[in-house]
């Protein structure tokens, strides 16, 4: 059985962001994410996760208000993107996050991949103990992100060739980015290291979309158990009352996805 894991930067939101990791192991949740958990210092969030694994964290983006979205392809930004990574890597190793999703920033072009695979590089070496994740976005979600193509952020990866670094699949952003994502999966599988499900078109509750949630829980069981499935999406209502397709994926329920 995977692992699910509530994204607590979207769900729970009726509550205060320290409450939300009770509210979610109540109701059914085996662990959470959290985008950015750098507003509340690491002892707060110790003790509201009160021993709830962490799926992953993200490293910081910057300032979002002005367009900052993570600086590990940006020229010009080494310094500031390793004071970010060891402000993530610190809180990561703190609350034993199982992966640290490195935001590559708003960049293009050959000198902006060199400084991606430099820093990762990097990061790497400066954190062996820390499991990294790159996550492919799209352009009209995340409009001038670098890493905005499943087949280019597996280039990246081949050439790093290093265990610790894998692929996050969203399913919301696959689909965005290249029309059907279980082709996306089946490509890429092997590189896979985190998983986000969302309703397709909405963002809303998982299920829809053509994509069976069913076969890609029989999938990670049978191929890559340790992989957590992340609710990232918009509950149409309250988180509570939506989470039908978490009862249903539990029972492998045909009654999702397809």
């Known amino acids: 059985m995977p692992r699910f894991a509530a994204n607590l930067t979207l769900l729970f939101n009726e509550v205060p962001m320290l409450d939300r990791p009770d509210w979610a192991a109540r109701c059914g949740f085996d662990g959470v994410e959290v985008l950015f958990p750098y507003d509340q210092p690491m002892a707060d969030w110790e003790r ?8 992953l964290i993200n490293t910081p983006p910057g300032d979002w208000a002005s367009g900052d979205r993570g600086f590990a392809a940006v020229p010009g930004m080494e310094l500031r993107f390793r004071d970010s990574f060891l402000r993530a890597a610190d809180y990561a190793t703190r609350l034993q996050a199982g992966r640290v999703h490195v935001m590559a920033g708003v960049a293009k072009g050959p000198q902006a991949e060199q400084c991606y695979v430099e820093n990762l590089t990097w990061a790497l070496a400066e954190a062996p103990d820390l499991t990294l994740t790159l996550e492919p976005l799209n352009p009209e979600d995340m409009p001038g992100y670098f890493l905005n193509d499943y087949d280019q952020a597996a280039r990246i990866l081949d050439d790093l060739a290093d265990p610790r670094i894998g692929l996050q699949f969203d399913l919301w952003h696959a689909a965005r980015l290249h029309g059907d994502p279980a082709l996306v999966w089946q490509d890429h599988r092997h590189r896979i290291n985190h998983v986000q499900i969302a309703g397709f078109p909405s963002r809303n509750e998982p299920g829809g979309g053509g994509f069976s949630l069913p076969d890609l829980c029989d999938q990670i069981d049978a191929h890559c ?13 309250g988180t509570a009352q939506g ?3 978490l009862a249903a994926l539990k029972s492998r329920s045909a009654l999702i996805g397809g």
């Open 48 to 55: 509201a996760l009160n021993g709830l694994p962490v799926a």
């Open 225 to 237: 158990p340790q992989v957590w499935i992340a609710g990232e999406y918009r509950p149409a209502k």
């Open 243 to 245: 989470l039908g397709w």
